[in-house]
C-alpha cells in the first residue's frame, strides 16, 4: 500500500468509511465508524473519527474521536492504515459492550 487511494481501498473493504481530504493537515485520509443515522440530514456524522496524514517522512493517525487528538507516529501508510482500523474496530467493539442497542 503505497497511495491514499490504496489505503482508501483497504480501509472501504475493511467496512470503514474511508475518503481523502486535502486540508491542514496536508493530503490526508479520514476514517470514520460508527455511523450516526438520526441527525436529519443528508450528511453523515461518525462517533469515531481518525485521520491518516503525513508528518515529516512518515505517516501518522491522529483519533479525533475525543476532546483532545490522540497521535500515533505509524511509519508507513500501510501500517498507519491497519493502526486505524485497529483503533476504530476496538472502538466499535467497546461501544457494543457498553451501549448493546446503539451499536
Known amino acids: 500500500m503505497h497511495t491514499?487511494?490504496?489505503?482508501?481501498?483497504?480501509?472501504?473493504?475493511?467496512?470503514?468509511?474511508?475518503a481523502a481530504r486535502d486540508w491542514s493537515l496536508g493530503k490526508?485520509?479520514?476514517?470514520?465508524?460508527?455511523?450516526?443515522?438520526?441527525?436529519?440530514s443528508s450528511i453523515t456524522a461518525?462517533?469515531?473519527?481518525?485521520?491518516i496524514y503525513p508528518?515529516?517522512?512518515?505517516?501518522?493517525?491522529s483519533d479525533w474521536s475525543?476532546?483532545?487528538?490522540?497521535?500515533?507516529?505509524c511509519g508507513s501508510?500501510?501500517?498507519a492504515a491497519l493502526e486505524a482500523?485497529?483503533?476504530?474496530?476496538?472502538k466499535l467493539a467497546d461501544d457494543a459492550a457498553t451501549h448493546p442497542t446503539e451499536a
Request: net charge positive; proline share 2%.
Open 28 to 40: 490526508t485520509v479520514c476514517v470514520g465508524a460508527g455511523p450516526i443515522s438520526n441527525l436529519g
Open 55 to 61: 508528518e515529516s517522512e512518515q505517516w501518522s493517525i
Open 4 to 18: 491514499r487511494e490504496e489505503a482508501i481501498e483497504w480501509l472501504r473493504k475493511k467496512g470503514f468509511h474511508a
Open 46 to 51: 461518525f462517533r469515531h473519527m481518525i485521520y
Open 77 to 79: 501508510l500501510e501500517n
Open 66 to 73: 475525543s476532546q483532545s487528538a490522540v497521535i500515533k507516529m
Open 85 to 90: 482500523a485497529n483503533a476504530l474496530t476496538k
